[in-house]
T-cell receptor
Framework: LAKTTQPISMDSYEGQEVNITCSHNNIATNDYITWYQQFPSQGPRFIIQGYKTKVTNEVASLFIPADRKSSTLSLPRVSLSDTAVYYC???????????FGQGTTLQVKP | DTGVSQNPRHKITKRGQNVTFRCDPISEHNRLYWYRQTLGQGPEFLTYFQNEAQLEKSRLLSDRFSAERPKGSFSTLEIQRTEQGDSAMYLC??????????????FGSGTRLTVV
């Protein structure tokens, strides 16, 4: 499974757009890119998933360049409640085994 | 359906005792996964089932750990002769696998195990 690399931590302020970039240089043809959010003492919660180009849902956008070696999660107008750990994962659509890294701890300040 | 349910939410046990956790997946999901998470780390994959068949086990899953999924519905994870190093959050997730691939990957809230 492709290993992912993302910043350990990021700070932002309420109302700002936050972009978290993840690199996955060894991504395979059949792999998908997915992002999860986790609050303390809770399980990870699915945010968004994509294969290539751009995906947008009600909470985030995911930008994937043509070579798929990186991806960027974009959170528009963050609020204090977006303070959490964000995980970038690459997984095979066949097995579904997710390999988590340490994630990015996002701290949103007032 | 209320999502993936895990019980108990918290468990404190003495070293050497056996513990069992239960996971009830989303009813239409045929895949069920167990993960373990320690403080400050991301979840680590332990094992997964497709229906009642256990398809993969991580090397993290020592002989003291056993997981079952009878009848392809709920699953149990048992730890025998617990050690302090087993203290962690144990997470369950479920998903569907179809011809179109994986979908609906959902985690439960976890069971927090403390071994004293």
């Amino acid at each position: 499974l492709a290993k992912t690399t993302q910043p350990i931590s990021m700070d932002s302020y309420e109302g700002q757009e936050v972009n978290i970039t993840c690199s996955h240089n060894n991504i395979a043809t059949n792999d998908y890119i997915t992002w999860y959010q986790q609050f303390p003492s809770q399980g990870p919660r699915f945010i968004i998933q994509g294969y290539k180009t751009k995906v947008t849902n009600e909470v985030a956008s995911l930008f994937i360049p043509a070579d798929r070696k990186s991806s960027t999660l974009s959170l528009p107008r963050v609020s204090l409640s977006d303070t959490a750990v964000y995980y970038c994962l690459v997984y095979s659509g066949n097995t579904g085994k997710l390999i988590f890294g340490q994630g990015t701890t996002l701290q949103v300040k007032p | 359906d209320t999502g993936v349910s895990q019980n108990p939410r918290h468990k404190i046990t003495k070293r050497g005792q056996n513990v069992t956790f239960r996971c009830d997946p989303i009813s239409e999901h045929n895949r069920l996964y167990w993960y373990r998470q320690t403080l400050g780390q991301g979840p680590e994959f332990l094992t997964y089932f497709q229906n009642e068949a256990q398809l993969e086990k991580s090397r993290l899953l020592s002989d003291r750990f056993s997981a079952e999924r009878p009848k392809g519905s709920f699953s149990t994870l048992e730890i025998q002769r617990t050690e302090q190093g087993d203290s962690a959050m144990y997470l369950c997730a479920s998903s569907s696998i179809t011809e179109q691939g994986l979908s609906g990957y959902t985690f439960g809230s976890g069971t927090r195990l403390t071994v004293v």
